[in-house]
């Protein structure tokens, strides 16, 4: 992992490179883009799609290049190089932010969504630019949002169908105080750990479950070590794609507008490919062996009151939750 004193000399030296100076980026610039998921998965085509807008309406002065599978990193180890401009583009989710930018909490509270619909009406609206726009005082430029489908728990012991059935389980949770909280509350043991460690763990027992969305569940092939998936639906979180302020203001004006455009734009076809991957992936883990049920959500909701004591604290952020309740 780069500490900040290695990170600020890698974005020294960057600035300090012919290639990548103010006067060359208005002229022609490749930008790196990072992603944890594989090549193929909806955020990385969607990307990609954006990448072929800039191109062909800057006349190829801007393009960007697409490094999946974690090939820079980690998504919270990604976050400092992001701000820092050693990485120009992060598509990421947003419970990595939740420690930083404060309003990136509440589209991250459990059930705050009533469905998919909702979430993409209050993110494509007044409430998600809001939410991008605080992303500037951290050195970064908020893009969009894209989906990242409703996330259950599933595990390697039994099916899930109240929350006494997750008393004592180990369960991997982003690296966030937020999803701690919500796998607390619900009376199981919750496990942070980076993304790629979790089918090791799996496997080998060290965790006794996870919990994330379908594609997600699919691509990873943890259904193979973690047969049982328990639709709780607890979080419909989107994810954000964010460039680099440093990176971003290198760009010429014009340029800038088109990126901001072509970012827009991708969400429509992110969902496209979303929606299709999510009933491609069920239907793999089905036929793969994966148990399935639905549970009733109400006594997990009921369950939820401490986290939202917990995160939802001044006037700001219960504004915005009632703003989105009253979204319909």
């Known amino acids: 992992m780069l500490t900040r004193r290695t990170l600020v000399a890698t974005a020294g030296a960057l ?22 998921h594989p090549d193929g998965y909806p955020t990385i085509d969607a990307v990609k799609f954006m990448g072929q ?30 701000r820092f401009g050693v990485i120009d583009m992060n598509r990421i989710n947003m419970a990595p932010f939740n420690n930083l930018i404060a ?19 209050v993110m494509d609206g007044a ?26 728990f599933y595990n390697s012991k039994r099916a899930i169908n109240t929350p006494a059935d997750m008393r004592g389980m180990k369960i991997r949770v982003q690296q966030s105080d937020m999803f701690v909280a919500l796998v607390q509350a619900l009376g199981a043991n919750a496990t942070p750990m980076p993304f790629g460690e979790v089918y090791t763990s799996l496997q080998t027992g060290v965790i006794d479950g996870a919990e994330n969305n379908w594609p997600s569940y699919e691509s990873t092939r943890h259904f193979e070590v973690s047969k049982f998936y328990s639709l709780t639906e607890h979080s419909l979180s989107p ?25 827009k734009e991708s969400v429509a076809k992110m969902r496209e490919l979303w929606d299709a991957r ?25 369950a939820m009151k401490p986290v939202y004591d917990r995160f939802v604290t001044d006037a700001k952020m219960k504004e915005l939750v009632a703003r989105i309740q009253a979204t319909t």
Request: no cysteine.
């Open 15 to 36: 600035v300090a490179t012919p290639a990548l100076t103010g006067r060359a980026f208005a002229q022609t610039v490749t930008l790196r883009s990072t992603d944890i």
């Open 53 to 82: 807008l800039i191109e062909q309406r800057t006349s190829g002065r801007v393009k960007i290049n697409v490094f999946h599978s974690a090939q820079l990193g980690q998504e919270k180890d990604t976050i400092e190089q992001t």
């Open 103 to 121: 309003s990136t909490n509440v589209p991250s509270l459990p059930f705050v969504f009533r469905s998919v619909a909702h979430m993409r009406k």
């Open 127 to 152: 409430i998600g630019d809001g939410i991008l726009n605080d992303f500037a005082p951290h050195g970064l430029v908020g893009l969009a949002f894209y989906d990242s489908g409703s996330r259950s």
């Open 239 to 263: 994810e954000v794609l964010v460039m680099s302020k440093r990176s971003f203001d290198k760009l010429a004006a014009g340029d800038r507008d088109i990126v901001k455009a072509a970012a």
């Open 278 to 302: 999510e009933k491609a992936s069920e239907a793999k883990v089905r036929a793969g062996g994966a148990q399935i049920n639905t549970v009733e959500k109400q006594p997990f909701i009921d």
